[in-house]
């Protein structure tokens, strides 16, 4: 049987003999995002699959109140990690308000040197801003987090 490459980490496998339309590799990583794409796909098409593990989330909840409040309290360094990345969510936002701020003219025919230096260059497309010199230096990205296994 054909070698086959797997659609998730390119890597050459051969498929099984019962799956010979299988289209990634045995990792449990590659297996892991096969299952977790056709959940996805399945519950934007199909209304009553949605329904389905709706309620059942509702009634995990119902029928585990508090698991939250309690697994927040036993885990601080989680809330830490969460509280860090809502802070960049949030000063993500601020900055795509200046996103394609078309205020004044375009930089394009413009004489003006614009130069946007930190970790949030990259949200700032497009971005056109009076004809001047401007320098906007941001504090360097604090090290991420390692994530705690799961």
């Given at each position: ?58 009634k ?68 056109n ?16 987090a ?5």
């Open positions: 049987m054909p070698r086959r490459c797997c659609r998730y980490c390119q890597a050459l496998f051969e498929p099984s003999k019962f799956r010979p339309d299988q289209r990634v590799c045995h990792q449990p990583e590659c297996q892991r995002r096969r299952r977790t794409e056709y959940h996805r796909n399945k519950t934007a098409a199909d209304p009553e699959y949605a329904q389905v593990v709706s309620d059942s989330r509702r995990w909840r119902q029928a585990h109140p508090g698991y939250q409040k309690v697994w927040r309290q036993s885990h601080p360094e989680a809330q830490d990690r969460n509280r860090q990345l809502q802070h960049g969510r949030d000063a993500k936002r601020r900055i795509q308000v200046l996103v394609k701020n078309n205020s004044a003219l375009d930089l394009k025919h413009a004489a003006a040197e614009v130069w946007l230096i930190g970790p949030a260059a990259g949200d700032l497309e497009k971005n801003l009076a004809a001047s010199k401007l320098f906007i230096f941001q504090p360097p990205a604090p090290p991420a390692p994530q705690p296994a799961s």
